[in-house]
Structure formats: structure tokens, C-alpha cells
């Protein structure tokens, strides 16, 4: 019976169409992580990348950085991570950065989508605080999106790219992100402060420190519960394939490169021997980790994953 039916079941096969292939979906998930610190919760929110070409950048020979990206099995343009943290202290959120809101092009902008798919809203957000006022990092910074927040900056940063010469030297981004800041401070809800080497505490368990160099007023913040620690560094670092190896190599964006230098190896020899988390705006997403010392230069440990049970 069965040799009598192995011919109609072979016809049956070979009469069947060909399933086309799936078409290739692109994208990625919703860009966002969660890591317990104490009783806080860190949100990194991912704004998308930007493909940069640090051979230029980074004040080195190209050959150089070259070198350290192939090592990384990485290559130029580098596509960078661009991140946001959200620190929600349960009885305040605070927002660390802003993302680019596609000042930087299609690939970013992402921080409020991702803030949602997290499961807050902007107008849960009291505190903006920004590392500096480049566009990648205070973009986002809309009085109308996060209608609740005040915004908050190192007034070193705010009068040095608030000052009538400099937005005239950005152009239009320039003008943009002074518009940005304009409504904030007609809301009555722009506050900045004055750098202090003591930190300068934003709510109860976070605060800003002065890190002054890459730009005049550039600021780190810190997050501490129950003993545990993570520094959000803003732009103490760009391409981590070449600065953790060395530290010393600064970059084009630096507005004293001399100042920027020893702010950054002094940051990282801090974390090295504290062994806290830090939490960087242009590591690949999360941009969450710790260091370790190597010799001259340190060893990166990205987050372990975790289910956040």
C-alpha cells in the first residue's frame, strides 16, 4: 500500500509552490534598560546613533585611531551611540540629557518615543539637567514636551552658548537652542547653578559636579542610594575602542582640550578604584558599565544583562 502511494505523495511535493522569503524588517526594539541603584531606578533611554568620523576627530594621528577601531573590529564612520537616563528617586524624576529631538539627522531622536515605551510620560519629569549644551545633549530640551520639569545647567555653560557672539556662531542650531532655553525661562522654570567642587544636589541623592574642559561648564552627575553609585559622565568620552586604552586622547568637540584631558583621566581613575557604575552618553547603548585598571590605560565592563525581576 505504501509503494502503491509514494509516488502520489512525491508528485504532491514537487507540485507545491515556493514560499517566498519573509521581507527583512529592519529596526530594532524599543531603545530602553533598567538598572536598580539602592531605591532608585536608572531608565537608559537610547536617542539613536550618529555615524562619526572620529579618524578626524580625535587629536591623533588617524593611523592611530584606525588601529584601535580594527582592533574593536570596528571601522569609520563609527556609528555612535547617542544616550539619555531617566533617575527616578520614587519621589522624583529626573531626566540626565536630552538626546538630539533629529537636530542630528533620521537615525536620532529618540529619547521621548523611548521614554514612553519605557512606561513614563514627559510630564512625569521634574528635573532636566544637562551636561552641556551641545545639541546632542540638551536637543530635546522642550519646555512644551516636558511641560512640568525645570531645566538645569552650569551657569558657566549657559552664560558661555547663551551669549550673543556664540549663538550667532552656531547658526541656525545655535538660535535653536537658545529657543530652547527661552522657554524654559519664560516658563519660570530655568535654574542654573553655580559649579561646586562638593557637588551641587539637584533633589535628595542626586547631584552635579563640576567637569569642566570639554566645554566651560560641562558638568557630570551623580546618583547614590544605599551605598551604591553611578556618575553620569555626558561628554567626558566619545570613542571607547581608543580612549579607555587612552585616556589622553582628546577630542575636536573639546573646547579646552588641556582642561578636558585631566578631568576625564581623573574621572576614570575615580571609577577604576571606587568600582561605580558610570553611565556615558557615547558607549554603545546602555552606556552603562564599570572600569578597571590596565596599565595606562582601563578595561570596560558593560552591564550584565538583567530581567529587573
Not at 553609585?229 to 575602542?241: C, E, N, P, Q
Amino acid at each position: 500500500m505504501l509503494k502503491r502511494l509514494m509516488p502520489a505523495f512525491f508528485a504532491l511535493a514537487c507540485a507545491a509552490p515556493a514560499l517566498a522569503a519573509g521581507p527583512q524588517l529592519k529596526g530594532q526594539a524599543p531603545g530602553w534598560y533598567r538598572v536598580q541603584l539602592g531605591d532608585f531606578e536608572i531608565t537608559a533611554l537610547s536617542d539613536g546613533t550618529i555615524d562619526l568620523p572620529v579618524d578626524k576627530l580625535l587629536q591623533q594621528p588617524p593611523a592611530n585611531t584606525l588601529r584601535a577601531l580594527q582592533h574593536a573590529y570596528l571601522g569609520v564612520p563609527l556609528e555612535t551611540s547617542v544616550n539619555a537616563y531617566l533617575v527616578n528617586t520614587g519621589t522624583k524624576v529626573v531626566l540626565v540629557d536630552t538626546g538630539t529631538a533629529g537636530l542630528f539627522g533620521p537615525t536620532a531622536g529618540r529619547v521621548v518615543a523611548n521614554l514612553k515605551a519605557a512606561g513614563y510620560t514627559p510630564e512625569q519629569v521634574d528635573e532636566i539637567v544637562i551636561t552641556h549644551m551641545h545639541g546632542d545633549h540638551i536637543g530635546g530640551a522642550s519646555s512644551s514636551v516636558f511641560p512640568n520639569a525645570t531645566l538645569r545647567l552650569d551657569k558657566r555653560d549657559s552664560d558661555f552658548w547663551l551669549s550673543p557672539e556664540q549663538v550667532a556662531k552656531g547658526g541656525d542650531g545655535g538660535k535653536a537652542i537658545a529657543a530652547l532655553v527661552k522657554g524654559f525661562a519664560d516658563a519660570g522654570r530655568f535654574k542654573p547653578f553655580e559649579g561646586q567642587q562638593g557637588g551641587v544636589e539637584i533633589v535628595p541623592g542626586v547631584k552635579a559636579f563640576p567637569a569642566y574642559g570639554h566645554t566651560p561648564g560641562h558638568s557630570n552627575y551623580v546618583a547614590e542610594s544605599k551605598g551604591q553609585k553611578m556618575m553620569f559622565w555626558g561628554d567626558l568620552m566619545h570613542v571607547a575602542a581608543v580612549q579607555f586604552p587612552e585616556p589622553a586622547v582628546t577630542v575636536q568637540f573639546d573646547s579646552d582640550p588641556a582642561t578636558a584631558r585631566p578631568a576625564r583621566e581623573a574621572a576614570f581613575a575615580a571609577a577604576a578604584r571606587d568600582g561605580y557604575y558610570v553611565a556615558i552618553t557615547h558607549v554603545s547603548f546602555p552606556g552603562i558599565g564599570r572600569l578597571r585598571a590596565d596599565g595606562k590605560g582601563y578595561d570596560w565592563f558593560p552591564v550584565n544583562y538583567s530581567t529587573n525581576r
